[in-house]
């Protein structure tokens, strides 16, 4: 039984049935009624766990991570919150940043197809509908033995929250949103789980059959969902730095590409602050 009727809990047969079945990627598909974090639980078990495509939701996170040491907050049911273990075989970890510019995309592309909510994505891979914050991404690669360019079996995991009921009050900054919030035409999350994974699964497996080099399709992908590409933009870097520019692009390894008053940087992290709308 629950007792918030506009909250119903993720039916985690279904989820399997949809999801693990036939020729998919997804090897495991477990809910949890409650975990500190998924990404650490699922970092745990890639260390003794061999297996590419598992997946984990909790109904509640307890200690949900963002990153830098920022948390991610949320009531239970409320949302989505999940992590994805997968292990891109032999594509070196050089190219390994475009899994969170892919698994934003995913999200960003699900929310629309389900909901005809207009998400956009601010780089690297927030998603964000008018520059509010509807769900976060935090991917993290558990080494496995690794050396230099070379991969073990070191692995992926992409713990992906999103807003889904999530009321103002629940929000924990003004600057974030929930589906409901968006005037979603769906709140259902089994519809909008199994369409974030379906759509994870076909960018993988395309970026994977280019050995990790995005095709020109996915590259268009991604700059037509971003919204930090096109604006002017400060990008805080770790340790107090900061560049202000102009966003032109991603580049191949999926850095962040600002036309500064001293020419053009690649940037590969920071937090972004859009600071004018495109003309
Ligand atoms: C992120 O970090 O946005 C990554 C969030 C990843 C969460 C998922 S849930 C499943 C998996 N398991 C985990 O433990 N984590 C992942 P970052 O870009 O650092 O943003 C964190 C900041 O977003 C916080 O400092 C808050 O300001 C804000 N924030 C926290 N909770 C939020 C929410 N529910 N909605 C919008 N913003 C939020």
């Known amino acids: ?17 949809a999801l693990t079945m036939g020729r998919s990627r997804w090897s495991e598909v477990t809910v949890v009624d409650a975990s500190p974090s998924t990404n650490a639980e699922l970092a745990e078990r890639a260390t003794s766990d061999p297996r590419d495509g598992l997946v984990l939701l909790a109904e509640h996170q307890t200690a949900g991570r ?22 891109p075989a032999g594509i070196p970890l050089a190219r390994w940043p475009w899994i969170p510019l892919l698994s934003g995309l995913a999200v960003a592309a699900a929310v629309q197809q389900v909901t005809e909510v207009r998400a956009t994505l601010k780089w690297p891979n927030d998603v964000v509908v008018d520059d509010r914050k509807l769900a976060g991404l935090l991917v993290e690669r558990v080494e496995a033995g690794d050396t230099g360019d070379v991969v073990g079996s070191s692995a992926a995991v992409i713990g992906i929250g999103l807003n889904v009921t999530t009321t103002p009050a629940e929000l924990p900054t003004p600057q974030a949103t929930s589906l409901a919030l968006e005037a979603a035409t769906t709140t259902d999350r089994l519809t909008l789980v199994k369409a ?7 960018l993988l497996a395309e970026w994977e059959a280019g050995s990790g080099v995005p095709s020109a399709g996915l ?27 102009f966003a032109a692009g991603v580049d191949e390894s999926g850095r962040l590409l600002v036309d500064t008053r001293c020419g053009r940087q690649a940037l590969g992290a920071g937090d972004v602050l859009h600071v004018r709308r495109p003309a």
């Open 1 to 17: 039984m629950y007792g918030d009727l506009s909250r119903p809990p993720l039916n985690e047969a279904d989820l399997v049935r």
């Open 66 to 87: 963002g990153r830098l040491d920022r948390v991610w907050l949320a009531p239970p049911r409320a949302g989505v919150t999940m992590s994805v273990l997968v292990r």
């Open 196 to 202: 974030i994974l379906r759509r994870l699964e076909g």
């Open 219 to 245: 590259r268009d992908a991604y700059r037509a969902a971003c919204s930090t590409i096109g604006r002017s933009v400060r990008v805080e870097l770790t340790g107090h730095e900061a560049v202000s520019g």
